[in-house]
């Protein structure tokens, strides 16, 4: 089994990004700032969401950091496990669906 590297985000790294590209970076963070603040959804809540998104997205730094996220926000062990077991299976739930794609297509045979 072949196992992807990651590198690990340094300040460093963090920092040659915004040197190539400032604006969009200073908007990105803008943006992220704006979609977590409290708004209809509480900050628990939205953190969660993110965690179930990170793990259907399968972005390692995406998982560590809203899982962390999720924490400092209030939530438990249970409702972050409760929440990947959400993403799993909406994630098997779509191969599920498109299953009527292939009996479509074997409609033929």
Avoid: N
Avoid at 7 to 28: G, I, N, Q, V
Avoid at 55 to 64: D, R
């Amino acid at each position: 089994m072949t196992h992807l590297s990651f590198p690990k985000p340094t300040r460093e790294m963090a920092e040659r990004r915004h040197a190539l590209a400032p604006e969009p970076d200073d908007t990105f963070k803008a943006f992220s700032k704006a979609v977590f603040a409290e708004g209809a959804l509480d900050g628990r809540t939205k953190q969660l969401i993110a965690v179930a998104a990170a793990h259907v997205t399968q972005c390692p730094w995406c998982i560590e950091g809203r899982v962390k996220a999720a924490r400092r926000a209030g939530a438990t062990k249970e409702q972050i496990m409760e929440t990947i077991w959400i993403a799993a299976e909406m994630r098997a739930g779509v191969a599920y669906a498109h299953s009527l794609k292939a009996l479509e297509l074997m409609e033929d045979d």
